[in-house]
């Protein structure tokens, strides 16, 4: 089903399900990132504003793209997967609801494991909408105001 690496990382995580007994984590991109890494980030950015409808129509299939991945990694063994999505990042709370957030939580909705959501950077200005997506738990990077975070997310979902 899949090219490249893709099937070495299923391979690896059902080995490491069957052979060892703790835990097994695995990680995909977000289909924003994703989508930035085909359109380039400046350039899916300016796109967001611009051409919106393009960006749409990238992320979306970049979505379908990762839910089979995720869910492949889930059938091999999984017990968690984190979303990366860095590129996310730049956008303001309205656009990363738009362009990234709704699909990380149509992601989360295809799964049946633990999700953690992690994106690079001061994400002060996303978390509470990072909760939204419905995955079980944050990865925040060290730019993150910590003890002000934790407050805001006891009142969320996360």
């Known amino acids: ?74 059938a091999a063994g999984a017990n968690m997967i984190a979303i990366l999505d860095p590129t996310a990042m730049m956008l303001s709370p309205k656009a990363y609801w ?19 959501l992690h994106i690079c950077g001061n994400t002060e200005h996303l978390v509470s909408l990072m909760c939204e997506t419905g995955v079980h738990g944050l990865s925040l990077d060290s730019l993150v105001n910590l003890p002000k975070i934790a407050r805001r997310c006891r009142r969320t979902s996360c």
Request: charged share 15%.
């Open 1 to 74: 089903m899949y090219d490249g690496r893709v099937w070495v990382f299923q391979e690896t995580t059902r080995l490491l399900h069957r052979n060892v007994d703790i835990p097994i984590g695995a990680y995909v991109s977000g289909p924003f990132t994703l989508a930035g890494l085909m359109m380039g980030a400046n350039d899916i950015a300016m796109a967001t504003i611009d051409i919106p409808e393009v960006v749409h129509a990238t992320v979306n299939f970049c979505e379908q793209v990762v839910i089979a991945y995720a869910k492949g990694l889930q």
């Open 98 to 116: 738009e362009f990234a957030g709704k699909s990380i939580q149509n992601l989360v909705r295809h799964l049946d494991t633990r999700t953690i």
